[in-house]
């Protein structure tokens, strides 16, 4: 049982090119997540998901887009790379109620 | 709406000695609350978890954490702190929506840093 997998583990961007960080989850779970960590900052939600077909914003959404055209897949893209895109990124899945969230290992990006 | 405030962005205490990582919460409805451990460089961690079973939980590592809704609380402790404790810790709130279905929105804390001592 893989988990929630995240692609690529570290990435150094140019400002202004745009990439995806790709999550794949095989647990089944409706909710996921994107975050994004920043030093002292704690984690910041970017986007989540409740189900295939449904997104919605968090805390810090702008500069990125979501999709969830699956369960399993829930794709963040960061169009024009900024400096302040800088972060730690994670992604994580859960069902609904009180169950556990699920992490992964964290996607390194720095923008150059 | 929901928020966490982490009393402490950094504790320090010697190996040997109890360890208290303070947080409290805001929900509108019933409330789903972890903690969260990560070391340097390394992915998220669940120490523990709050699910309205009982007040008092008990964690991996010898943690445990009390709910107490009156003071909107949800502290960490261990009796006697580990070298391998040094990491930072994240106490983590989500909506229930009062009737066991969540909202999905999963708010975190700043962290706490918590050093130990030989």
């Known amino acids: 049982n893989a988990g929630v997998t995240q692609t690529p583990k570290f990435r150094i961007l140019k400002i202004g090119q745009s990439m995806t960080l790709q999550c794949t989850q095989d647990?089944?779970?409706?909710?996921m997540y994107w975050y994004r960590q920043d030093p002292g900052m704690g984690l910041k939600l970017i986007y989540y998901s409740v189900g295939a077909g449904i997104t919605d914003k968090g805390e810090v959404p702008n500069g990125y887009n979501v999709s969830r055209s699956t369960t399993e897949d829930f794709p963040l893209r960061l169009e024009l790379a900024a400096p302040s895109q800088t972060s730690v990124y994670f992604c994580?899945?859960?069902?609904?109620?009180?169950?556990?969230?699920?992490f992964g290992e964290g996607s390194w990006l720095t923008v150059v | 709406a929901q928020s966490v405030t982490q009393l402490d962005s950094h504790v320090s205490v010697s190996e040997g000695t109890p360890v208290l990582l303070r947080c409290n919460y805001s929900?509108?409805?019933?409330?789903?609350l972890f903690w969260y451990v990560q070391h340097p460089n390394k992915g998220l961690q669940l120490l523990l978890k709050?699910?309205?079973?009982?007040?008092l939980v008990k964690g991996i590592n010898g943690f445990e954490a009390e709910f107490k809704k009156s003071e909107t609380s949800f502290h960490l402790t261990k009796p006697s702190a580990h070298m391998s404790d040094a990491a930072e810790y994240f106490c983590v709130v989500s909506d229930t929506g009062g009737g066991g279905t969540s909202y999905g929105k999963l708010t975190f804390g700043q962290g706490t840093i918590l050093t130990v001592h030989p």
């Open positions: 994580a899945s859960r069902t609904g109620g009180w169950n556990t969230i699920y």
């Open positions: 929900s509108s409805y019933s409330p789903s």
């Open positions: 709050y699910t309205s079973a009982a007040t």
């Open positions: 647990m089944n779970h409706n909710y």
